[in-house]
């Protein structure tokens, strides 16, 4: 971290002094005699000195032509000048401020001091100039208390204030009742300018989710999804409130109306993503009813109401799962009676050392209702195989040995379900859009499904008739909005959908299905057009308003009759090709000329938006709808920690205030910083302990 250079700003009358008549002479190591440097003395008159160059300068004594000399010389760098008893110290200062090198390179070296570089748009409570504000601490502390989740209590703790006071002596303590009500100013602040970023955004989607919180209190989380002005696909979360039981569909639409009224972002809505139950599905049949009253239905509702991808397949890899749920309860079981018992789990880890089984890999235990912990599990125990045998044979209270059939089995499971694990993970991403990828992933999926359907193992074919049942049930039919959303990929366009729709659908139904994806996205594109030209006549109507208060008359009507003539010239002009079959007849992109995983659909878009005006604002809208709930889902994380025992009193407005706005904070700091997210202080927790218990090893010096 650079310094700034020295400045000594005395309030002095000193004059100016010519540095040609100071007396400057050589730096030591010349050959000149410098005599013994002394400490400064108080001047002849008594007065003490009040200066601070004298804390750069000593007065020695030289010899010059045979006599001693006083003079001043630099503590750093040995330069001499003519001694000064009374009068400016000019000279000195300016030695001290730009020309010692000794000083300056001082300057330059700051050792043990971490470089907290200014991140842009974040004001810090001391700048560079070194001005303290206790506002802005006041403001800072606030955001810290938000962002990382801690009690209003943190302000007052003893050594956070020995170490406040030891940075600043000007610090003075704040209570919890003051930093709570700088937490509502910081968060009224913040959301009124997440209202200025909405005004400017054309199309809004919505995710939302339901929770129980420890006091049995239900909450609704509403997050809103938006392209912004820079192509970044955002997300925010606007509402975390709690609903009166039951909660019925009528009740979760009329919280849903209520939030978006409130943030008067009503008639910019495009989505909302659901999970599948029936309530969410009567919510959003009478929010959709709502906005086509109001004239303000989007997208001709096509892709108004989404079903949360994730969750399907949570029911489509349950189903498959059930198949072999003896298997699972006989893992299950062995893996929590080894991990409640450490004598146990040292035996188990020294017959895996014998055994030459790595043990850095921890024995995991599922979470009954998230079958990827339960594909962890699995993937835990298989490392393992050998290890239970023989720990079965050793211990006889242990019941839950596997066979060779059951192991055979549990392999075969774990290796049919990573396909569904990959395409749950990308489905789940929030930081880029999912739309324009479920064509491509649901297809490796039905066709997992499909051959082991058709697989001549009967125990794969068993387990994949439900899962065949159930995900027939819900993507019998493919979405218009994931197949629209792939064709606005330029990775994929229509091949996507051709080569998809012949594996998804019988050889008689493909083209007559392709076609219906096609016509619907040349009417939204016919709708964007229209639109595009109604928002620049009234631009037009607007400005020529405006302009014909100044115009007189005569010349007023010499231009409309220019204006005509150039209609007339432009009749026998041939129409161009849309931007939309300009873009379906060139080639699809390249993705081998980037590296793997570099590709960003809304950037590809954000560089050729000038050469198709009307597809880029659609892809815009289109791209921005998620395919599941987690964005919300994530929410009842944050709620969770803070809505603890020691906090369920809150109301719910102070709930509402610190899970929004350590959302936002903590969304903006990860984004300029460009670093992953911040932590909160039970986060940075559970990140330094090591939450998956690995197999220990007793140690050979204590057997």
């Known amino acids: 971290m650079s310094s700034q250079p020295i400045k000594l700003d005395e309030n002095s009358s000193d004059e100016d002094h010519d540095e040609s008549q100071s007396g400057e002479i050589e730096e030591a190591g010349d050959a000149v005699d410098t005599g013994v440097i002394e400490e400064p003395n108080e001047a002849k008159s008594g007065r003490k000195r009040k200066s601070r160059v004298w804390d750069f300068f000593a007065e020695v004594e030289v010899k010059e ?80 208390i938000i962002a990382h989740e801690l009690p209003f209590a943190f302000v007052e703790y003893t050594w956070f204030n020995h170490l406040m006071k030891y940075n600043n002596p000007a610090f003075q303590p704040v209570s919890r009742f003051t930093i709570r009500n700088e937490c509502i100013k910081v968060f009224e602040s913040d959301r009124d300018e997440i209202k200025k970023l909405f005004r400017n955004t054309s199309r809004i989607s919505l995710t939302s989710d339901c929770w129980t919180s420890n006091t049995t209190v239900g909450y609704m989380s509403l997050t809103t999804h938006y392209v912004d002005a820079e192509w970044k696909l955002q997300k925010r979360i606007i509402s975390f409130i709690d609903l009166s039981p039951p909660h019925s569909g009528q009740v979760l639409a009329d919280g849903i109306l209520e939030c978006i009224m409130k943030w008067s972002i009503q008639d910019k809505i495009g989505s909302i993503t659901l999970d599948n139950a029936s309530n969410n599905d009567r919510a959003a049949t009478i929010l959709m009813s709502n906005f086509q009253e109001r004239g303000k239905l ?318 880029s604002k659609l892809a815009r809208d289109v791209l921005c709808i998620p395919i599941t709930t987690v964005a919300s889902e994530s929410t009842f994380s944050a709620g969770g920690r803070i809505l603890d025992d020691y906090r369920s009193s809150l109301t719910k407005d102070m709930v509402e205030l610190l899970v929004c706005g350590g959302d936002w904070m903590r969304t903006e700091i990860t984004a300029k910083s460009k670093k992953s997210t911040i932590l909160t202080l039970q986060q940075a927790a559970k990140a330094e302990e090591n939450l998956n218990v690995e197999v220990p090893i007793k140690n050979p010096s204590t057997i």
Not at 395 to 417: G, I, M, Q, T, Y
């Open 298 to 615: 989007h997208f001709d509702g096509l892709f108004f109401h989404v079903k949360c991808c994730a969750h399907i397949l949570n029911l489509v890899v349950q189903d498959g799962l059930s198949v072999i749920k003896d298997c699972l309860i006989k893992i299950r079981e062995g893996v929590k009676y080894l991990r409640k018992s450490p004598g146990k789990l040292f035996q188990f880890g020294e017959i895996a050392i014998g055994l030459g089984i790595q043990t850095k890999r921890s024995l995991c235990c599922d979470v009954k209702t998230r079958w990827n912990s339960t594909h962890r599990m699995i993937e835990s125990a298989l490392h393992y195989r050998s290890t239970f045998h023989q720990y079965a044979e050793r211990d006889p209270n242990f019941e839950w040995e596997l066979n060779d059939d059951e192991w055979a089995s549990a392999s075969a499971v774990c290796k049919f379900l990573e396909v569904f694990l990959d395409a749950t993970n990308i489905f789940s991403g929030t930081l880029y859009p999912t739309s324009n990828l479920f064509l491509v992933e649901i297809f490796n999926v039905k066709k997992v499904i499909c051959d082991a359907y058709g697989s001549s193992n009967e125990f794969l074919r068993t387990m994949s008739e439900p899962m065949f049942q159930k995900f027939e049930k819900y993507w019998g039919e493919v979405g218009i909005l994931m197949a629209i959303a792939s064709i606005l990929d330029p990775r994929y366009k229509l091949v996507s959908v051709e080569y998809a729709f012949k594996e998804l659908y019988p050889a008689y139904e493909v083209e007559e299905r392709i076609k219906e994806v096609t016509n619907k996205l040349k009417k939204l594109h016919l709708k964007y057009a229209k639109e595009r030209v109604t928002c620049k006549a009234a631009a037009s109507t607007s400005s020529m308003s405006a302009a014909d208060a100044l115009v007189e008359p005569s010349e007023r009507s010499q231009n409309q009759e220019i204006f005509k003539a150039f209609l007339k010239a432009r009749v026998g002009e041939k129409s161009t090709k849309s931007d939309l079959e300009t873009y379906l007849e060139e080639p699809i992109f390249d993705e081998e000329e980037q590296a793997e995983g570099t590709f960003d659909v809304l950037l590809w878009w954000s560089q050729n938006c000038s050469k198709f005006p009307i597809l």
């Open 65 to 144: 032509k045979g006599k001693m000399v006083p003079k001043v010389q630099c503590m750093h760098c040995k330069k001499k000048y003519k001694h000064v008893s009374r009068g400016p110290t000019t000279t000195l200062k300016r030695h001290i401020e730009s020309k010692c090198p000794k000083i300056r390179q001082m300057q330059g070296k700051t050792q043990g001091v971490i470089n907290f570089e200014p991140q842009e748009n974040v004001s810090l409570p001391v700048g560079l100039c070194g001005v303290y504000d206790p506002m802005k601490n006041r403001e800072i502390m606030a955001r810290m």
